[in-house]
């Protein structure tokens, strides 16, 4: 199981819980469905929406999202009633790199902001213009992203030599530990979806949302120019 719960302090207000289930099929996905939703003492109720359900004792709306083997060999899920397709790329590393925290006595995986922030992006490329939530939420995390102490030491030479600006640097670093967590075929479709979405946006603004995007592509594909030079040397 893994939790998307990252906070900068107060974003976009948010009522409901997003959880992502590591899982082998939709038979296994409608287990799960009935044991939280049926019995004597259920504790969830179901909605219109097959992957929302209703936490009864509190209202508290939780997303369960099936991923893993369930969404093989294209890393996308098919909604069994509905039919609408969701991009579940970016999970598994989510769930790799994902920190363990304490909830009473649960351990339970919440992910780091590289992945949430990918996970974001991907979502943005399913749903598009029909919501602007995960939008909201990207252009907060990047506003509010720090990380000076390792800015300073890892980014030394970037800075000194005028490639990286210092405003622009904790998103450039943010961008390299993206690449660092992703696979080869995550990296390709997340470049798509960041190029059609800065495209949407422009970059003509400095410190504009699409120009923060811009440094964060920047940031993700110098690892990679990093490497081909090594190839080359």
Not at 84 to 89: E, Q, Y
Not at 116 to 123: E, M, Y
Not at 146 to 171: K, P, T
Request: include cysteine.
């Amino acid at each position: 199981m893994l939790i998307f719960d990252c906070k900068f302090g107060e974003g976009r207000g948010t009522k409901d819980w997003d959880v992502a289930i590591s899982i082998n099929s939709w038979e296994a996905y409608q287990k799960l469905s009935e044991y939280l939703t049926k019995g004597d003492f259920p504790r969830f109720k179901f909605t219109k929406t097959p992957h929302k359900f209703v936490h009864i004792e509190t209202s508290i709306e939780v997303d369960i999202v099936p991923f893993g083997e369930i969404g093989e060999p294209d890393r996308k899920i098919v909604w069994f009633k509905t039919g609408n397709s969701m991009n579940v790329l970016g999970f598994a590393e989510a769930l790799l790199h994902a920190k363990n925290i304490n909830i009473g006595e649960l351990e339970i995986p919440v992910i780091d902001t590289p992945a949430l922030i990918v996970l974001k992006i991907f979502a943005w490329g399913d749903r598009g213009e029909r919501t602007n939530k995960d939008l909201e939420d990207i252009e907060f995390i990047l506003s509010k992203y720090e990380d000076d102490d390792r800015v300073y030491i890892e980014l030394h030479d970037e800075l000194a030599s005028g490639l990286v600006e210092f405003l622009d640097a904790n998103i450039y670093l943010l961008g390299q530990d993206i690449h660092k967590i992703l696979q080869e075929k995550t990296l390709f479709e997340l470049n798509i979806v960041l190029d059609k979405l800065i495209e949407n946006l422009g970059i003509d603004k400095p410190r504009s949302f699409g120009y923060k995007l811009k440094v964060l592509q920047q940031g993700i594909s110098s690892i990679s120019s990093r490497v081909d030079d090594t190839k080359n040397a």
